[in-house]
């Protein structure tokens, strides 16, 4: 079945720190990737997606690029800030499956400290 | 476009009694809408798939006499928890997906953090 593997927490970082956020995916069909991000007593934001190969997907800095070759679709930001501290979830979606289910990572939460 | 609402945001119940928690899709007409109950520090746990006018479909270990779930509508979906214990504390997400151009893509509510005392 679909599974994403995203790279455990916590991850402390000072500010304007390079981040890296590692996740890969397993998948039968053709899945889109997402980035969700999570502040504290909040929802999921969509921060970003890709729907395939090759497809970058940006936003506030924040990008991840579907590699299809390696699964992989890894958050990157080259700059963080305080404001960036949260919990981050990598998810797929696969339309080719049973009624457009998605999965997501267990969570990665990153804390920027001043 | 694609906002979701969740209400009521938060609520605290007494042991025994029952919640229902609604989620509307506000600007598009959402064919499937989705239950996720996350605990504290941990990932999404998706409970149940609905789509509009037909019964849910509950993810395995889900017990769908405890949480019932209506979709009647293509905007809004209703979760109740009934007869809720201390251990059905958690916060409930929904999220929706549907409409033109948002076929694989779910759009999530706020959340609603229930406290059952």
């Known amino acids: 079945g679909n599974s994403v593997t995203q790279m455990e927490g916590p991850v402390t970082l000072s500010e304007e720190a390079f981040l890296t956020i590692n996740c890969t995916y397993t998948?039968?069909?053709?899945?889109?990737l997402f980035w969700y991000v999570q502040y504290p007593g909040e929802g999921l934001q969509l921060l970003l997606k890709a729907t395939k190969a090759d497809d970058k997907g940006s936003n506030k800095g924040f990008e991840a690029t579907y590699r299809k070759e390696t699964t992989s679709f890894h958050l990157e930001k080259g700059s963080v800030q305080v404001s960036d501290s949260a919990v981050y979830f990598c998810?797929?979606?696969?339309?080719?499956?049973?009624?457009?289910?998605?999965?997501f990572g267990a969570g990665t939460r990153l804390t920027v400290k001043p | 476009g694609a906002v979701v609402s969740q209400h009521p945001s938060w609520v605290i119940c007494k042991s025994g009694t029952s919640v229902k928690i609604e989620c509307r899709s506000l600007?598009?007409?959402?064919?499937?809408m989705f239950w996720y109950r996350q605990f504290p520090k941990q990932s999404l746990m998706l409970m149940a798939t609905s789509n509009e006018g037909s019964k849910a479909t509950y993810e395995q270990g889900v017990e769908k006499d405890k949480f019932l779930i209506n979709h009647a509508s293509l905007t809004l979906s209703t979760l109740t928890v009934t007869s809720a214990h201390p251990e059905d504390s958690s916060f409930y997400i929904c999220?929706?997906?549907?409409?033109?151009?948002?076929?694989?893509?779910?759009?999530f509510g706020p959340g609603t953090r229930l406290t059952v005392l």
């Open positions: 600007d598009f007409q959402a064919t499937t």
């Open positions: 998948a039968t069909g053709y899945p889109s």
């Open positions: 999220s929706a997906s549907g409409g033109q151009g948002y076929y694989n893509e779910q759009f």
């Open positions: 998810a797929l979606s696969d339309i080719s499956g049973d009624n457009n289910d998605m999965r």
